[in-house]
Every structure is written in structure tokens, then in C-alpha cells.
């Protein structure tokens, strides 16, 4: 369950941290991303560990927040889902048909880009 946890703040700070603030960020990288633990980030920031953790636990309710609105990882996901698909029909359908190869990948290319 705790790597689940992690696995999702871990996307959904990919999708929204732009909206976080800079101290937001860097809470939530060092104790998600970067496996810190809440005593190694108050020392880092000068401050308690309670300071942390209520930090933390305020950022992770706003990221929740944000995706219950805005959906950006579930529709992510959900697009790659049905892109992988349409890629399996139309290879296994239309092997020869690089056209559409060539169409489906550029779909694939335009979520790349925006990372």
C-alpha cells in the first residue's frame, strides 16, 4: 500500500507541481521522490519534523484535490491505455499499413513531447 501511495504522489506531483509552491516542491520531492525522511528534510529546512509532516500531509490533500478536478492523470492514463490499444489492433490488424503506423505514433510523440 505505502509504494502505491508513493507511486500515485509521485504522478500526480509530475502533473501538478507547477501549481505547488516552491517549498511545496521541495518537501514533496525530497520525501516522495527522493526517499527522505521527515527528520532529514526538517534538518535540511531548519524546522521540526511536525512542520514537515503537516506540510507534506496539506500538499498531498492539495495534489488530491487538484486530480479530483482537473483528472489529468486519469485521462493520462486512460489515453495511454486505449493508445496501446489501438497500436495491438492495428499491428496485428494492419501490419503492413505504415500509414497508420506512422499516425498512431505520432499520437504517441505528442504525450512525449509535453514531458
Known amino acids: 500500500m505505502e509504494l502505491e501511495k508513493t507511486n500515485n504522489m509521485n504522478t500526480l506531483y509530475e502533473f501538478y507541481n507547477v501549481l505547488l509552491t516552491n517549498k511545496q516542491k521541495g518537501y514533496l520531492s ?8 521527515l527528520g532529514e528534510i526538517a534538518e535540511e529546512f531548519a524546522i521540526s519534523r ?20 482537473l483528472k489529468l492523470a486519469q485521462n493520462y492514463s ?12 492495428a499491428e496485428e490488424t494492419y501490419p503492413a ?4 503506423q506512422s499516425l498512431i505514433n505520432n499520437l504517441e510523440e505528442l504525450d512525449d513531447k509535453d514531458e
Open 50 to 69: 511536525q512542520a514537515v509532516y503537516d506540510n507534506i500531509k496539506r500538499t498531498e490533500k492539495i495534489l488530491m484535490d487538484y486530480e479530483q478536478k
Open 78 to 89: 486512460l489515453r495511454n491505455k486505449k493508445l496501446d490499444e489501438l497500436a495491438n489492433y
Open 30 to 37: 525530497l520525501y516522495y521522490g527522493d526517499d527522505y525522511s
Open 97 to 100: 499499413d505504415r500509414t497508420l
